[in-house]
């Protein structure tokens, strides 16, 4: 009896079971098992010397394929291990799991480590790099384990073969004399893990997350197939740092937050505008097809209970008991989470017919969601914020053309913003969900032909993707990710189709043949939290925003004190024509000023002397720049004017 093994190319080849990776790599050339690491199996990343027992798909990865990112990111975790107990004898070992841009290892240790332990041990990784031991896997039986680490002194590791499932296979891997603990897969040698890496810092973390338990020193390292990648990150990095909304924030004066509203923002009038201008230009785009609602903040439990948010979203809601004496007063309300419920509420509020579909509503609501004390950080994870929410409720024929046309206003958005660079992610059912497989089966199918036309239509500008699982747990949705200025990316629009919450609510409208059925409802966000898209422009632009958005326009900064009477002149001819501009004129050196209104991100200063007054001139010096302009007032604001045109209204 012979597997059969299909090989990318579509050619077939049959070979005896338990034959491995390396053995086939290395009968098609040597060439090939030198650069190959590891193999997929029907898309599945494998060592690749493990047997093969079946029929798959197999394909061979070298270090240079994307899929072996994540392999050499574990493969320094376990480096990384292996050189902190070598340099610090009894340090115990618990978890070094991969993460989004790297991984980290958790260490127990009396004395905690420190980034300035961080040369020795990078050294000490190199090193056990260039010795370049294989990764070898070894099946041992549970006693085997925890006799093992028992006699090591390494309690978490005990602790973590205990955990192990009865049944599931308990697999050790070894890089020379050093092995862990490790679900796999690895690399066919230590050495494949190259140079690119960097120990990045430190951070406490309870074992287990549990704060009763020991303290432990996690180290966190990013690695990268090559040096150029890692270079690029951490100039990245650096960049980051430098746009930090929180930094801008307190150097433009835009909000703040203190401990007596943790997660909720105090805008100041910089801010502000900002956050008002971003609200003006959405209603502009949704003012021709959408009707703006409003919904209350307090709605009673039971409303909660029928959605289904009461059960499914409990742990992540505000809610409180009313303080009356009467019984019938003593109610519990939440505060809304999400606005759909309030919607269909609208929706249900008058009878409609299938000539009323579709029914769009908008509503920039304010919702309130906890958000554990760690995770807040700045406007990017907040507490309370503001949605720009919308609900679609249409026919089942309708849907498709819906999400279709709510895809070109995502995209059109996004653009006006300066988001070029987009994918559009289907995410499909989760494990916890409501309704039928079959409600699941027509939308995730209605949602797929979507996600092929919104490929084919944007001629390759879009990229598309699956996320397998990652639905919302009444529906299956469109994710779209934009990328940023400095290659970041942020999850921000969505388009979920829901079957469920309107027959839940009991809301129906008349069909043509004069029978009751239950709308789809498609829910719709484009920036999603107004707040952490505000977060994402600020660090996109690095504060520079363009004319149309930035809080203060122009500042009219004197020379001399003779020109005040004429810079006041300018200030109230500009504010007249609606631009947002404000007069510096204190005591103080030209130089000195523009400095002062740099760091602010004043984006024009517009600088009037005696020359300027006497003329009716204006010098206009933009930010970033030292050249200076020369321009009549009347030319000045013509042009001022017309940059500071929302996108929206130059169409």
Not at 49 to 57: L, Y
Not at 73 to 88: F, S
Not at 226 to 241: F, G, K, M, N, P
Not at 315 to 339: C, H, I, L, T, Y
């Amino acid at each position: 009896m012979t597997i059969t093994l299909t090989f990318p190319d579509g050619a077939q080849r049959q070979f005896e079971p338990g034959i491995t990776g390396l053995d086939i790599a290395k009968g098609i050339s040597p060439s090939l098992a030198k650069r190959t690491v590891a193999m997929a199996l029907d898309g599945r990343l494998a060592d690749l010397a493990d047997p093969i027992a079946r029929d798959a798909k197999i394909e061979f990865v070298s270090r240079e394929d994307p899929r072996a990112l994540e392999l050499i990111r574990h493969d320094c975790a376990h480096v990384l291990a292996e050189a902190v107990q070598t340099l610090w004898p009894g340090t115990q070992v618990t978890i070094g799991p991969v993460i989004e841009n790297g991984f980290y290892y958790d260490f127990y240790r009396e004395e905690p480590f420190t980034p300035e332990d961080f040369p020795a041990i990078e050294k000490k990784m190199r090193e056990i790099i260039a010795r370049d031991a294989a990764f070898t896997k070894e099946e041992w039986t549970r006693d085997e384990a925890k006799s093992f680490f028992e006699t090591r002194g390494e309690a978490f590791k005990v602790e973590l073969v205990d955990a192990i499932p009865p049944g599931e296979s308990l697999k050790i891997y070894r890089q020379g004399e050093w092995l862990d603990l490790c679900r796999g897969p690895h690399m066919t040698s230590v050495g494949k893990v190259g140079s690119a890496f960097k120990l990045m810092k430190v951070a406490g973390a309870y074992w287990r997350g549990d704060s009763n338990r020991p303290m432990l020193t996690r180290i966190y390292a990013t690695a990268f197939a090559r040096q150029e990648e890692l270079d690029a990150y951490l100039h990245q990095l650096e960049e980051a740092e430098k746009r930090d909304h929180r930094r801008l924030g307190r150097e433009m004066d835009l909000f703040h937050f203190q401990e007596e509203g943790p997660g909720t923002v105090f805008w100041h009038p910089k801010g502000w505008t900002i956050f008002q201008e971003l609200i003006a230009y959405m209603r502009r785009r949704l003012r021709e097809d959408y009707q703006e609602v409003n919904a209350p903040q307090l709605l009673d439990k039971s409303l909660w209970e029928t959605s289904g948010h009461w059960g499914w979203y409990r742990e992540n809601m505000f809610a409180a008991q009313s303080a009356g004496e009467d019984a019938e007063d003593k109610r519990w309300f939440a505060v809304k989470p999400m606005n759909c419920p309030g919607h269909v509420q609208i929706f249900k509020h008058g009878l409609k017919s299938y000539r009323d579909l579709p029914l769009r509503l908008a509503e920039f609501g304010v919702v309130h969601r906890y958000e554990p004390s760690g995770a807040l950080h700045g406007l990017m994870r907040v507490r309370g914020f503001t949605q720009d929410d919308a609900h679609v409720f249409c026919t089942e024929e309708q849907m498709a053309e819906e999400c279709l046309k709510i895809n070109e206003l995502i995209l059109s958005t996004y653009s006006d913003f300066g988001f070029g660079d987009i994918v559009v992610k289907l995410s499909t059912r989760p494990e916890k969900r409501v309704g039928t497989d079959a409600m699941w089966d027509q939308a995730e199918a209605v949602m797929s032909r979507v996600l092929q036309q919104i490929e084919a239509q944007s001629n390759g500008r879009i990229k598309t993707a699956i996320n397998p699982g990652e639905g919302a747990f009444y529906g299956p949705k469109f994710e779209y990710v934009l990328r940023d200025a400095i290659g970041r990316d942020w999850q921000c629009g969505t388009t979920q189709v829901d079957f469920n919450l309107p027959e839940r609510f009991g809301a129906f409208y008349i069909d043509a043949d004069g029978q009751k059925k239950p709308p789809v409802m498609i829910h719709r966000a484009i920036c999603g939290s107004m707040e952490r898209f505000t977060g994402i422009l600020i660090e996109h632009f690095a504060g520079h925003f363009p004319l149309w958005l930035a809080p203060v326009q122009a500042m009219v900064c004197t020379i001399t004190g003779e020109a005040d009477p004429y810079a006041m002149e300018v200030t109230s001819i500009l504010r007249k024509a609606g631009l947002r501009v404000e007069a510096d004129l204190r005591n103080e050196k030209i130089n000195y000023k523009v400095r002062e209104h740099s760091l602010t991100k004043t984006p024009v200063l517009l600088v009037v002397g005696r020359k300027e007054a006497a003329e009716r001139l204006v010098s206009i010096r933009r930010l970033g720049s030292q050249d200076q302009t020369s321009m009549t007032l009347d030319d000045a604001l013509a042009a001022l004017l017309d940059e500071a045109k929302a996108p929206d209204l130059r169409r």
